[in-house]
């Protein structure tokens, strides 16, 4: 594996774990203390595919707006490549 897909796979693991944690954490705080089992038991289960679902796209998002910048700074740098071996 190249350095640039380790880098993107770490980056895409560590925010996929940071929003879901995050979207965990506020499913917790939001559920009554009064609550039957059953609803402690779906409101879990739902937050879990909830938080999954977050840091899927998180996910995602993140390595296409890293891919769309690289591409940037690819085209760029072509672009300046280009240029200076024009004007010799």
């Known amino acids: 594996m190249n350095p640039l897909n380790l880098a993107k796979t ?49 996910s995602k998002y993140t390595i296409h707006n890293l891919d769309t910048t690289l591409n940037a700074f690819k085209q760029a740098k072509t672009a300046a490549d280009e240029s200076s071996q024009s004007d010799s």
């Open 10 to 58: 770490a980056l895409s693991f560590g925010v996929s774990i940071g929003a879901g944690a995050v979207v965990g954490n506020a499913i917790k705080t939001s559920i009554p203390s009064n609550s039957k089992l059953l609803q402690k038991i779906s409101i879990a289960t739902g937050g879990f595919v909830l938080s999954s679902m977050v840091g899927e796209m998180a």
